[in-house]
């Protein structure tokens, strides 16, 4: 990481100890501590950013709590990653898959697609 946080990725792991395996993996390819954190979903959501005007737009967020909601409910682990860019986040994403997460979300990054 080069010190620029342009978002975070949160990602969804079934099991405390693969959330431990890929922070561990994070934090050898240069992630500082402070840039992955342990993270329930709703913390890591700033419900009140949520748009005030569309009200498709607030009953799709209130869907997709409601799916994290139930990750949790399983058990399942979260991190907050901290990302640099559009490939920062790609390579978290694609290491979280290869310990197993079950979802990676990304947000507040401005440049996520605008490269596809």
Same mark, same amino acid.
């Given at each position: ?19 431990? &395996? ?9 992630? *500082? ?5 342990? #993270? ?9 950013? *949520?748009?005030? &005007?569309? *009200? ?31 490939? #920062?986040? #790609? ?8 310990? &197993? *997460? ?8 401005? #440049?996520? &697609?605008?490269?596809?």
């Amino acid at each position: 990481m080069s010190g620029t946080t342009e978002g975070r990725l949160l990602v969804g792991l079934p099991t405390p100890e693969q959330a431990a &395996g890929l922070r561990r993996t994070l934090l050898a390819w240069g992630w *500082a501590p402070h840039e992955v954190v342990d #993270c329930p979903p709703l913390e890591a959501l700033d419900v009140t950013a *949520a748009p005030s &005007g569309d *009200a498709a737009d607030r009953h799709s967020l209130r869907d997709e709590l409601r799916v994290l909601q139930r990750f949790t409910d399983l058990g399942h682990s979260w991190l907050l990653v901290a990302v640099d860019d559009a490939e #920062c986040a #790609c390579q978290a994403a694609r290491t979280a898959s290869l310990w &197993g *997460a079950s979802t990676a979300i990304p947000f507040d990054l401005q #440049c996520i &697609g605008s490269s596809q």
